[in-house]
């Protein structure tokens, strides 16, 4: 049994073989290889995109999926060892997961962090758990990474530029009127160098760099590859000769849970937003982000609906990489 839970777990081939199934399923999206599987979708956060993506994925390779909102239509869990369960946990995840795995062939968590103590949140505990007692694989749907967005944004680059190798990749702080989790900026980090890109990190100030974990990893993906991890704060240095930008934002972990003290730097910086003037200094690169996003706070209109925007290919690519890894965790073939 083996579980999604990051790619760090994952060998480059190995991932590259999820994307090549995914293209075949991209061609052929109906087929029967999950017929009577069933998924269970546990989500403690909302969503869009990921929920839709897992239920029409496996419907259309014919299984199921059961989505289950803890504390909302599902009891409230608790996930400490050893807790006295007299607030308002109802459930321990050592039950819910053991219990689901009866009924399910996998399960899928979406677990955000609680943004007021990182050494705590970078523990990603919730879905640890589930890994821990579940006996079916378990698929991360973003917690502190999202490996699953890592696939979708990783065949979208490899549609529109072929060979990723020696391409240089920009992950680039915007703005946000509020802070946000680091999971997206973590596994485009990690998915852009292992996959060989020249990797640069644009960011407001130091503050607002990864965690170490995820630095170091950057690093070890580019060294094996031949290539270089760099942080800069020069809007000019990082998009000049660009074949990607990629959008987002994050707060800074040095403020996390005093997000009032951190909220100045974060005001100070909203020209880090992406407009075509900035485009124009990359090597004709395309742009992408995650999504949901906010236009002209982000990035600008211009950018989101320019051809070389594939905010909506990223997006659609989530159906078809999920399927493959439903496909692999399960045993299925084509």
Same mark, same amino acid.
């Given at each position: 049994?083996?579980?999604?839970?990051?790619?760090?777990?994952?060998?480059?081939?190995? *991932?590259?073989?999820?994307?090549?199934?995914?293209? *075949?399923?991209? !061609?052929?999206?109906?087929?029967?290889?999950?017929?009577?599987?069933?998924?269970?979708?546990?989500?403690?956060?909302?969503?869009?995109?990921?929920?839709?993506?897992?239920?029409?994925?496996?419907?259309?390779?014919?299984?199921?999926?059961?989505?289950?909102?803890?504390?909302?239509?599902?009891?409230?869990?608790?996930?400490?060892?050893?807790?006295?369960?007299?607030?308002?946990?109802?459930?321990?995840?050592?039950?819910?997961?053991?219990?689901?795995?009866?009924?399910?062939? *996998?399960?899928?968590?979406?677990?955000?962090?609680?943004?007021?103590?990182?050494?705590?949140?970078?523990?990603?505990?919730?879905?640890?758990?589930?890994?821990?007692?579940?006996?079916?694989?378990?698929?991360?749907? !973003?917690?502190?990474?999202?490996?699953?967005?890592?696939?979708?944004?990783?065949?979208?680059?490899?549609?529109?530029?072929?060979?990723?190798?020696?391409?240089?990749?920009?992950?680039?702080?915007?703005?946000?009127?509020?802070?946000?989790?680091?999971?997206?900026?973590?596994?485009?980090?990690?998915?852009?160098?292992?996959?060989?890109?020249?990797?640069?990190?644009?960011?407001?100030?130091?503050?607002?760099?990864?965690?170490?974990?995820?630095? !170091? *990893?950057?690093?070890?993906?580019?060294?094996?590859?031949?290539?270089?991890?760099?942080?800069?704060?020069?809007?000019?240095?990082?998009?000049?000769?660009?074949?990607?930008?990629?959008?987002?934002?994050?707060?800074?972990?040095?403020?996390?849970?005093?997000?009032?003290?951190?909220?100045?730097?974060?005001?100070?910086?909203?020209?880090?937003?992406?407009?075509? !003037?900035?485009?124009?200094?990359?090597?004709?690169?395309?742009?992408?982000?995650?999504?949901?996003?906010?236009?002209?706070?982000?990035?600008?209109?211009?950018?989101?609906?320019?051809?070389?925007?594939?905010?909506?290919?990223?997006?659609?690519?989530?159906?078809?990489?999920?399927?493959?890894?439903?496909?692999?965790?399960?045993?299925?073939?084509?």
């Amino acid at each position: 049994m083996r579980d999604f839970l990051t790619t760090a777990d994952w060998e480059r081939g190995e *991932l590259q073989a999820l994307l090549d199934d995914a293209r *075949l399923l991209k !061609e052929q999206p109906m087929n029967g290889r999950l017929e009577g599987k069933t998924i269970a979708l546990v989500f403690f956060n909302p969503s869009l995109r990921t929920r839709t993506s897992f239920d029409v994925g496996i419907y259309q390779m014919g299984g199921h999926a059961v989505t289950l909102q803890p504390g909302s239509g599902s009891w409230p869990m608790e996930f400490q060892e050893g807790a006295v369960m007299d607030d308002v946990a109802e459930e321990h995840v050592k039950e819910a997961a053991r219990v689901l795995s009866r009924y399910c062939d *996998l399960i899928a968590v979406r677990a955000f962090p609680k943004f007021q103590d990182w050494s705590v949140d970078r523990e990603d505990h919730v879905i640890e758990s589930f890994a821990a007692h579940a006996t079916v694989p378990v698929i991360n749907m !973003e917690t502190i990474t999202h490996p699953c967005q890592e696939l979708a944004l990783m065949l979208a680059l490899q549609e529109r530029l072929g060979t990723t190798d020696g391409k240089k990749f920009v992950l680039t702080w915007t703005y946000h009127p509020k802070p946000l989790n680091t999971a997206v900026a973590n596994s485009a980090l990690m998915i852009a160098t292992k996959f060989g890109f020249e990797t640069t990190l644009l960011c407001p100030t130091p503050e607002y760099v990864l965690d170490e974990r995820y630095m !170091e *990893l950057g690093k070890k993906y580019a060294a094996e590859n031949g290539r270089g991890l760099t942080v800069t704060h020069d809007i000019e240095e990082a998009y000049t000769g660009a074949h990607v930008v990629y959008a987002k934002s994050w707060g800074a972990i040095p403020y996390f849970g005093r997000w009032d003290e951190e909220r100045p730097i974060r005001d100070a910086h909203k020209h880090f937003m992406v407009d075509g !003037e900035k485009m124009a200094m990359t090597d004709g690169g395309v742009f992408s982000h995650c999504l949901p996003a906010r236009r002209n706070v982000k990035a600008t209109d211009e950018v989101f609906d320019a051809d070389y925007s594939m905010i909506i290919e990223e997006a659609e690519n989530r159906l078809h990489v999920q399927k493959a890894l439903m496909s692999r965790l399960t045993g299925a073939t084509g």
